[in-house]
């Protein structure tokens, strides 16, 4: 009875407590629940726990020690076992078992898991049940006998009792099932004193997979606790060294890994892109964006820290204590100092209820095609009947590549799910190769959002294809390291400072008038002059200042415009009509002010300025000179056309 409710005059019966995942028979309720998520289809899929989402089918047997080292107090237990007993309980709630009582052993092939518990450290093992269960209920109350059932072994303990027990279920077993895992796990506070001469070489031959807990009474590890688990390690190295108050959340929780023999995931390890199960559950993600965005299933965004909006993340999402008769403390009011909570109105401390999560996505809680088409980011799945939220589903390229999870498919026309934002290192990234032996990603670090592993747009084999790569980025390198290559070409940087800072690639930032400004390789950098008249794509400008100092400089070739209405749109050109040396007639010349070398010719020269708008900057003339009566070509100042074709200019004679 809730009396507080009652005292209100509300509904005091029963009391409010977190729903089980297994309580959910269908796909949309399991994934309205954080903690949740749907495994399977639609009609034969079961809502599990998201620590055991794919757990395989498989069978637990549990050893509980049961001597008096174990039956007193362990860290804030009063009596160890018994503590124990409490925490398998509320795991077993977690689980996703098979729903099978003890004695039905055809399970072959059927999802979840069953488990066996039995008190040992004497010459006999013991339980209520002689076969697996994985009855909720039955579990629960195989749990309720080994609570008054406790057969004291002493202060001495046998483990040798414990893997004859396994060997010989598993050997009956095997023959069944040969299909199931086969785990055993040992949890103990003492020192197997039969550890000189285990044999576990039938539970080997069985494929038995053994893990043993050591618990340590104090939160330290001491050397009396590391000679326990150096000495229980004779049984596996499978070992974990824990408090009691870890028997699941340090130990048990492993289960999954240990189904897999994924030592990867071993200790609640983080998901990442080298263990990542794209069909996974979301929590599983964390706060890993890259993996996170990339499933359907999920979404990186705002999640409560706290499971009740009373709660308070500042203060391990306890309630704030009442202060009756004034005005109740909120989370704002309250710190922990020292393990001890400060309480005051005066206090008004940052709280963040919310923290970027990965967590299930709105569209999987639709139960049927209605309510998922009312959602303009989600999809139904018509061979899953599931309702998905959309990933890469964009039609055009620009949308696509905006979308850092997502990569265009130009022979295809269609956006898919890029195959290398998920790897966050440039090890990893430059280390991913395709199955002809070419460098599938590339480290990006022309992003405006910091280094990134991406997609290389170069991966072909030979010049001709390179070239014409639809991107437009890529370019046939014969000089590389490992031989002729189609790479990315350098300096496609969207700043100007990530542009600049690129020595190593000799980058510039290109402003010109009428276009984005942009980043390149640098042309016409030379110094020496002679290198810079053999590029036709430079120009040599020369003069002598007023004291007699010659200079010289070397500069990409301008004005090669080929229409009036260009040429004289650029301040730095000029339209000679009179050429009869081309055809149509007419040429476009570079003006006087653009042919002076540097900022000491150019500030000698009234009618000139030094332009630092354009990168490179460069002598331009002023506007003044441009358009007034001085000796400088007056030109109008349309707007540039684009579009026309454009062929070099030859100097002025």
Same mark, same amino acid.
């Given at each position: ?16 407590? #977190? ?84 004695? !039905? ?16 450290? &004497? ?10 269960? &994985? ?144 069909? &996974? ?20 965004? %705002? ?8 709660? @308070? ?61 009312? !959602? ?21 390229? #620009? ?78 390198? %014969? !000089? ?26 000799? @980058? ?10 942009? @980043? ?71 003006? %006087? @002010? ?33 358009? &007034? ?25």
């Amino acid at each position: 009875m809730d009396t507080q409710k009652l005292a209100n005059g509300e509904s005091y019966q029963g009391v409010c407590m #977190t729903r089980p995942c297994w309580n959910s028979s269908t796909s949309c309720d399991c994934m309205r629940h954080k903690d949740c998520f749907w495994f399977g289809d639609n009609v034969n899929g079961q809502c599990r726990n998201n620590q055991y989402y794919n757990i395989p089918p498989t069978d637990l047997i549990i050893f509980l020690d049961a001597s008096s080292n174990m039956n007193k107090r362990l860290g804030r237990y009063p009596n160890g076992y018994i503590g124990a007993l409490g925490l398998l309980q509320n795991w077993i709630d977690t689980l996703p078992l098979t729903g099978t009582k003890s004695g !039905n052993n055809n399970v072959d092939g059927q999802a979840g898991m069953r488990l066996m518990i039995y008190q040992f450290c &004497g010459r006999s093992v013991y339980s209520s049940v002689t076969q697996m269960s &994985g009855d909720r209920l039955e579990l629960l109350s195989i749990l309720q006998w080994h609570e008054t059932n406790r057969r004291s072994t002493g202060s001495s303990c046998l483990a040798q009792p414990a893997v004859k027990a396994a060997a010989d279920m598993y050997q009956l077993l095997t023959g069944i099932n040969p299909n199931r895992k086969r785990l055993a796990a040992w949890i103990s506070n003492s020192e197997f004193s039969d550890s000189s001469s285990l044999r576990v070489g039938g539970l080997a031959a069985l494929e038995a997979r053994l893990y043993v807990a050591t618990i340590r009474p104090v939160p330290d590890v001491t050397q009396a606790s590391s000679t326990m688990l150096e000495n229980n390690a004779k049984l596996t190295d499978n070992t974990y060294n824990i408090q009691i108050t870890e028997v699941v959340s340090a130990y048990l929780n492993n289960v999954r890994a240990w189904a897999f023999n994924n030592k990867a995931q071993y200790h609640n390890e983080p998901v990442t892109f080298l263990n990542d199960d794209i069909t &996974g559950a979301c929590s599983m993600f964390q706060n890993n964006s890259l993996l996170c965005n990339r499933d359907e299933s999920c979404l990186y965004q %705002p999640t409560r820290v706290c499971r009740h909006p009373t709660q @308070c993340p500042n203060l391990g999402c306890q309630e704030p204590e009442p202060s009756a008769p004034y005005k109740p403390y909120r989370c704002e009011n309250c710190i922990t100092i020292n393990t001890r909570v400060r309480r005051s109105y005066f206090f008004n401390l940052p709280v963040f209820y919310n923290q970027p999560y990965c967590s299930n996505s709105v569209c999987t809680s639709y139960c049927d095609q209605a309510g998922c088409n009312t !959602n303009p980011d989600c999809y139904w799945n018509f061979d899953k009947n599931y309702c998905y939220r959309k990933v890469c589903n964009y039609t055009d390229p #620009t949308s696509c590549k905006e979308d850092w999870a997502c990569a265009w498919n130009a022979n295809k026309s269609t956006c898919r799910l890029n195959l290398c934002t998920d790897i966050p290192d440039s090890g990893n990234c430059t280390a991913k190769q395709s199955a002809g032996g070419l460098s599938q990603c590339l480290w990006d670090l022309t992003t405006l959002i910091g280094p990134k592993c991406k997609e290389n747009p170069c991966m072909y084999p030979d010049p001709k294809s390179c070239i014409k790569a639809p991107s437009g980025e890529c370019m046939w390198d %014969p !000089n590389a390291q490992d031989g002729a290559v189609c790479r990315r070409k350098s300096c496609l940087y969207d700043t100007e400072n990530s542009c600049i800072a690129d020595d190593v690639n000799n @980058c510039e930032w290109v402003i010109q008038p009428y276009i984005q400004p942009f @980043c390149r390789q640098a042309l016409c950098a030379y110094t020496n002059m002679s290198l810079c008249a053999a590029d036709n794509r430079c120009r040599v400008l020369r003069g002598t200042d007023s004291i007699g100092t010659a200079w010289s400089a070397c500069r990409e070739q301008l004005c090669s415009y080929n229409s009036s209405i260009d040429c004289n749109a650029d301040k730095n050109c000029y339209w000679n009509a009179t050429d009869l040396t081309v055809t149509p007639q007419g040429t476009c010349y570079e003006a %006087p @002010c653009a042919k002076l070398p540097n900022e000491v010719l150019c500030g000698e020269n009234p009618a000139c300025m030094w332009d630092f708008t354009r990168a490179p900057s460069m002598c331009t003339i002023t506007d003044c000179a441009r358009f &007034g009566g001085t000796q400088s070509v007056r030109r109008d100042a349309r707007p540039v056309q684009v579009g026309h074709e454009r062929l070099r200019a030859e100097d002025v004679p």
